[in-house]
């Protein structure tokens, strides 16, 4: 299938003028240490679960199976974010975004639409201001995102059209209409059949005893046996091995699972329901556009050999497939790889344009307002120590 003919599918998909439903991508993986070997998934509090994983039971076509959870939907989104920022990054494609620019302690960091929590709409937008030291939200941009809704959300499209593929919820400025836009594109990773493994952590130190005490003063401290502190406190001294936290939680073992799937869907009728630009042809046009731009973070983030997703979770891919799904439930197989789905989003911008639907040509860049800068600047060194007091 052509470019132009996987445009015109993918445009009336999009709009529900065919029988397609959905994309489904399909891919099994091992861990890149061999089958057998542990893989580490996200911890999450214990609770009343008796574990740190999130483990499940989940209905499959042969019955029952028990899964665990090893990369989650919000997490796979922020990783198709990351590979389409970096895309940008490479001179390869262009997508609007917002920056947030930040300087504290003789430190640079930047923030964007495509890592910020809550995307163009994150408080940290919210609390910023443009380079004449206007609130974003009394710009322009500011203004029009503001007002985006299911029903127009040509801003959205023209600024971040990134949200409208993940989802975004803007939930920090109190507004009674506020625009909330669910995800149409979605993965997760899973591992079937988990077994728990037990892990034990210690430390060695030669040199000092954890047990001598210390005065702390700021950042810095001194010896003394009177003092409020111990050494293995601010990281000195043996630890005891143990394969419990603090807390008389197990530490986290792992898992070994009997194999691993990544599951993602490409909703048609989520799309459909997002209007955009003046008439029917533009919305249809900037639909398409979106289409792709789910396609293309899905490719890029996941079409590789393998996929690393934390310390202790690197995983090689053993199979993948895409597949068209119809009404019906039948599926046809896609074919498309990184550089057929970067040609076709070249495409399908071009043609938007051309229906009237434009992004804006450069990023919004901001910095913060001054009270978002005091916090920023006072929770510099905060954040550590409220880390090793917990």
């Avoid at 132009?4 to 399909?26: K, P, V």
């Avoid at 911890?43 to 076509?61: F, K, M």
């Avoid at 909330?180 to 997760?188: K, L």
């Avoid at 639907?357 to 929770?379: C, F, K, M």
């Amino acid at each position: 299938m052509g470019v132009e003919e996987l445009y015109e599918r993918l445009a009336a998909a999009a709009s529900l003028e065919g029988d397609d439903a959905a994309i489904r991508f399909r891919a099994t993986y091992e861990p890149a240490a061999g089958p057998g070997s542990k893989v580490s998934p996200p911890t999450y509090p214990v609770e009343d679960r008796g574990s740190p994983y999130l483990i499940e039971d989940r209905r499959v076509p042969d019955g029952g199976r028990k899964a665990v959870l090893l990369d989650s939907r919000q997490a796979q989104a922020n990783r198709c974010e990351e590979a389409l920022a970096g895309a940008v990054e490479r001179g390869e494609v262009w997508i609007p975004h917002l920056i947030l620019e930040v300087e504290t302690h003789g430190r640079r960091v930047r923030m964007t639409s495509l890592s910020a929590p809550h995307r163009s709409r994150d408080a940290y937008f919210r609390d910023a201001q443009d380079p004449a030291g206007r609130p974003f939200d009394d710009t322009e941009p500011g203004r029009e995102l503001a007002a985006c809704t299911p029903e127009d959300a040509t801003a959205l499209y023209r600024y971040a059209p990134t949200d409208l593929v993940y989802g975004v919820w803007d939930s920090h400025r109190g507004l009674r209409l506020a625009a909330r836009f669910p995800r149409v594109y979605t993965s997760e990773v899973v591992g079937w059949e988990p077994e728990e493994g037990i892990r034990a952590a210690g430390r060695f130190d030669l040199i000092t005893s954890g047990q001598q005490r210390a005065t702390v003063e700021g950042r810095d401290w001194k010896p003394d046996p009177k003092g409020e502190k111990k050494l293995s406190k601010l990281g000195l001294g043996a630890i005891r091995p143990t394969t419990r936290n603090q807390r008389g939680d197990p530490l986290p073992g792992g898992v070994t699972v009997s194999a691993i799937e990544r599951l993602g869907v490409l909703s048609f009728p989520g799309l459909s329901r997002i209007r955009l630009g003046p008439d029917g042809a533009a919305g249809r046009a900037g639909r398409a556009v979106l289409a792709v731009l789910a396609i293309l973070g899905d490719r890029l983030a996941f079409g590789g050999p393998g996929m690393f997703l934390r310390s202790g979770c690197d995983l090689v891919r053993s199979s993948e497939e895409l597949t068209w799904v119809a009404s019906s439930g039948v599926g046809e197989r896609l074919e498309l790889d990184r550089d057929t789905a970067l040609e076709l989003f070249r495409h399908a911008v071009a043609r938007a344009e051309e229906a009237g639907l434009r992004w804006h040509p450069e990023p919004i860049v901001l910095r913060p307002r001054p009270n978002l800068q005091a916090a920023i600047d006072g929770a510099f060194f905060a954040g550590i120590e409220e880390l090793q007091e917990e």
